[in-house]
């Protein structure tokens, strides 16, 4: 009985500890409720396609240029990897991977200023009030498409998965306003032969 039981807690707790943390540099600029999830999601991801997802936000780089603070930073990491770095004194974002992992993402759509296409940097530009917050938005929702890019790659689905309902909402208005201006196309057109 008491093996047993030894047994169900250990199970119960040896995912607790063999949780990795994700998070390889935060000074002050993600508060611990966004950590969480940042784990929660590179957690998954890890388990279910074997690919880490790391993120590294400081205020300022140590270096000049955001790839020889990214080298320096993935020496310590080991393949398949994929780190989102971003230095926000020095505005700088980037996304660094191991080979084997450029593939599995595509880090110009990500990284696009673009709304309906990017997921970091129209954040990042908006003019917010809280600058802090849109730092922090800007993270979860690059961390969160990264995920989810590679776990639709490898065929797997994440549970912990933010979603994309702003990219959805821009593609159905863009939608929607091809159309009207087709139908407007249409009927100019179609009153110029009627009229004939």
């Known amino acids: 009985m008491r093996s047993s039981f030894l047994r169900a807690l250990a199970l119960f707790f040896i ?26 999601i590179g957690n998954e991801l890890a388990q279910k396609s074997g690919v880490r ?19 320096r930073l993935a020496k310590g990491l080991e393949p398949p ?38 997921s970091i940097i129209p954040l990042l530009t908006s003019h917010s009030k809280d600058q802090h ?3 922090e938005a800007a993270l979860l929702n690059g961390y969160a498409e990264i995920a989810e890019q590679i776990a639709s790659s490898k065929g797997v689905s994440l549970k912990s998965a933010i979603g994309n309902t702003n990219r959805n909402i821009y593609y159905w208005l863009r939608i ?18 009627v009229q004939r």
């Not at 590294?56 to 790839?67: C, E, F, L, N, R």
């Not at 084997?100 to 990500?110: G, H, P, R």
């Open 15 to 40: 995912p607790l500890f063999a949780a990795e943390n994700f998070i390889i540099k935060n000074e002050e600029i993600l508060p611990q409720k966004t950590v969480q999830k940042i784990n929660e």
């Open 53 to 71: 997802l790391y993120l590294a936000a400081v205020k300022k780089m140590p270096t000049k240029k955001i790839i020889d603070f990214e080298k």
């Open 81 to 118: 990897f994929v780190l989102l770095a971003i230095a926000t004194e020095d505005q700088k974002v980037d996304i660094y991977s191991s080979k084997e992992t450029s593939k599995l993402f595509d880090k110009e759509e990500i990284l696009s200023p673009l709304p309906w296409k990017g």
């Open 133 to 135: 917050a849109a730092v």
């Open 176 to 193: 929607l306003f091809y159309s009207i201006i087709a139908l407007i196309f249409v009927n100019m057109i179609y009153r110029r032969v």
